[in-house]
């Protein structure tokens, strides 16, 4: 089978080379290419003939998946596959599988140093320090808060975990309760009673139709005021305009990592420039530790399907 990996994973160039060798010996060709293709047309050129594709979180569109006649496995070393179109996939009778936990604890993480960012006001003692302003500076602290988790996946459970340390009170939401939740004293409660009591929300879902707005007008206005939304999740999951009016109203607060579209954010893009709102570049999964984790999965996927079993499949 060849074998192409279209995106660089940003490993160690020796971890690439020692799985090359070891899909050559087995009689594959493995091919890698330490760049992202510039449109669609490139990609299709990578895509040639090829049996295997690794591929990251860059578009992958119905056009460059239809021109791939050979191609029966698409391994994505990402979790979420919304930027991958589902139905060319399913169309062509693609087998998709994902990389899903290996940047759990990264986005954990990056959930609590957004918290500590707005809380601490991290924005206003920038501004204090190079610009000459005088924000009060007087800031909060996680411990006591009452910490609202939508979504308990592998990583609203690692936020839990992390949370407990904090002495936080913990209500999580999920359309799934898990007994692993409850064993760690966290009460399930309904939507509404998490939007309307949490200090601090974090979201935990995928984007899917479904999803799109899960927290829209409606539940945005019944958080408590001066509430805190952190989504490290999926941009699309929430209305970013109308939250954007609300941080702007000064009655809520957030922490971003996600977006509506990748970075760079259009100067007219409502959260670029709103009020008490501390924006991250998508980097929520982006740690040496996960890379190494991601590449390691994406591997096992391979391994696997050569010896005829499919694992972290994505049914569609």
Not at 1 to 26: F, R, T, W
Not at 146 to 153: A, D, E, H, M, S
């Amino acid at each position: 089978m060849k074998i192409s990996l279209v995106n660089p994973l940003e490993i160690d160039d020796k971890i690439i080379n020692n799985h090359k060798e070891k899909l050559e010996e087995m009689g594959h060709e493995f091919i890698s290419y330490d760049d992202n293709a510039k449109d669609d047309d490139e990609l299709i050129e990578r895509l040639k003939d090829t049996d295997i594709a690794i591929v990251t979180n860059k578009v992958l569109s119905a056009k460059v998946i239809d021109a791939s006649k050979n191609l029966e496995l698409i391994d994505v070393a990402f979790t979420g596959v919304d930027h991958i179109d589902l139905d060319a996939v399913k169309e062509n009778g693609i087998t998709l599988v994902n990389a899903s936990g290996y940047s759990d604890d990264s986005v954990a993480e990056l959930v609590i140093g957004l918290t500590i960012a707005v809380m601490r006001k991290f924005n206003a003692n920038n501004a204090n320090i190079f610009d000459g302003q005088s924000y009060n500076l007087m800031g909060e602290t996680i411990q006591g808060k009452k910490f609202g988790v939508i979504g308990t996946g592998n990583i609203g459970i690692k936020l839990i975990k992390i949370l407990k340390a904090f002495d936080c009170e913990i209500l999580a939401y999920s359309r799934t309760q898990k007994d692993e939740v409850k064993d760690l004293g966290v009460s399930y409660v309904d939507l509404d009673t998490l939007l309307k009591e949490s200090d601090v929300i974090s979201l935990h879902i995928p984007n899917n139709k479904e999803t799109k707005h899960f927290l829209g007008k409606e539940e945005l206005d019944k958080m408590k005021e001066n509430a805190i939304l952190i989504n490290c999740a999926r941009g699309p999951v929430v209305d970013n305009d109308y939250l954007a009016e609300l941080l702007n109203d000064d009655k809520l607060r957030a922490g971003i990592d996600v977006f509506d579209m990748e970075p760079p954010l259009p100067e007219d893009y409502p959260l670029r420039n709103a009020k008490n709102t501390v924006l991250t570049n998508h980097v929520g999964f982006y740690t040496k530790e996960a890379m190494a984790n991601r590449a390691e999965i994406v591997f096992k996927n391979i391994y696997e399907y050569l010896n005829g079993n499919v694992i972290n499949e994505i049914k569609l």
